[in-house]
C-alpha cells in the first residue's frame, strides 16, 4: 500500500504529530519516511497501529487518500481513454508528461505509470512486450500482503501483458487479499472486472479448469452486490464456458439470453462486443 503513504503523512502533519512519537513502539523513523513519501509497502497491522496512534479512522484516511489522488485518477482517465481508441499519439504524450514528473513522493507510482504505458505503446505499435519491466511488476504484486484500489486498478491495466502462466495465480490473491477494502463501491468494481477479464483470456486459451474457478468466484462475488450489467456477462461467459465443455445446448441458451438483454435495454454496442468475442472460438 505505498498510494497510503502520502495522505497519511498530511493527516499526521495537520494534528501536528511527530514521526518520532508514531516509531517509539511501531516502526522505524526511515521506514515511516519512506512509506509517506510512497516508496515502501506497509502491512495491515502497522497500519492500524499507526492509524490507532494518530487516532485516525480508515475512513478519514480514504478520504484524504482520494483528494490527494486527483492527479492519478485523471491519469487512468485518459489512459483508459487513449486505450480504448488505440490512441498512440495521446499515450506517447502521457508517457512524455509522466517522465517529466519530478514529485519525489510519486517515484515507484511513476514507475508503475510508465511500465503500463510503454506496454500499451509496444503493443499498438507491434513491439514485443518489455519482459524485464514485466516481470519486475509481476514481482511487486507478488509481494502484496494487501491490495488496494490503487494496486487492483494498476493490476486490472496490466493485465493484457502478463503472462497467462502467471495470471490465474496474480488475480487469485488480488481476489484474496483485497477483503480489507471490498465495503468501497471503486473497488467492489475493479475486483469483478478483473476477474471477468481473467476469465475472458482463459477462456480465449481453453484454460477450462481454471476459468471454472475463476466463473465460481464471480458469480459468488456478485450475488452479494446489485452490478446487473456485471451479473449478466457472467452468464454469457458461463454460456460460452458450456459449450467449450459440450454442453452446447445449455451453453448456447446461456450466451442468446445475455445477448438479448443487452439488446432489450438497447445496449447495442455492448451486444455487438460479445457477438465480436464469439468469434475467437469459430
Known amino acids: 500500500m505505498y498510494y497510503l503513504g502520502p495522505a497519511f503523512r498530511k493527516i499526521r502533519q495537520a494534528k501536528h504529530i511527530s514521526t518520532h512519537f508514531l516509531c517509539q513502539d511501531t516502526i522505524s523513523s526511515s521506514f515511516l519516511s519512506k512509506w509517506e513519501r510512497g516508496e515502501s509497502r506497509i502491512s495491515v497491522a502497522h497500519l492500524i497501529e499507526l492509524l490507532d496512534l494518530a487516532r485516525t479512522s480508515f475512513d478519514e484516511l480514504l478520504l484524504y487518500h482520494e483528494h490527494l489522488d486527483l492527479h492519478y485518477q485523471k491519469f487512468i482517465d485518459q489512459l ?6 488505440q490512441n498512440l499519439e495521446g499515450l506517447l504524450l502521457l508517457r512524455y508528461h509522466e517522465e517529466r514528473n519530478t514529485n519525489p513522493s510519486a517515484v515507484t507510482v511513476r514507475q508503475h505509470r510508465l511500465t503500463v504505458l510503454t506496454q500499451h505503446i509496444n503493443q499498438i505499435m507491434e513491439i514485443p512486450f518489455d519482459l524485464e519491466a514485466t516481470q519486475q511488476l509481476v514481482k511487486e504484486f507478488q509481494a502484496l500482503e ?3 484500489l490503487y494496486d487492483l486498478t494498476l493490476y486490472s491495466h496490466a493485465m493484457f501483458f502478463i503472462p497467462t502462466t502467471q495470471l490465474s495465480a496474480l488475480t487469485l490473491k488480488a481476489y484474496q487479499k483485497s477483503l480489507f477494502f471490498r465495503s468501497l463501491p471503486k473497488v467492489a468494481a475493479t475486483i469483478i472486472l478483473i476477474l471477468t477479464a481473467t476469465i475472458r483470456r482463459l477462456l480465449a486459451e481453453d ?3 481454471d476459468a471454472a474457478i475463476f466463473l465460481k468466484l464471480a458469480a459468488d462475488f456478485l450475488a ?5 450489467y456485471e451479473i ?3 452468464h454469457f461467459l458461463e454460456g460460452i464456458y458450456l459449450t467449450r465443455l459440450g454442453q452446447k445446448v445449455e451453453g448456447q441458451a446461456k450466451i442468446d439470453g445475455a445477448i438479448q438483454v ?5 445496449l447495442q454496442q455492448q451486444a455487438d462486443d460479445y457477438q465480436a468475442y464469439l468469434a475467437i472460438f469459430d
Open 146 to 148: 494487501v491490495w488496494g
Open 224 to 228: 452479494e452486490t446489485t452490478l446487473c
Open 232 to 234: 449478466n456477462e457472467i
Open 207 to 209: 484454460l477450462l479448469d
Open 80 to 85: 483508459s481513454a487513449c486505450v480504448a481508441t
Open 262 to 266: 443487452l439488446r432489450q435495454l438497447n
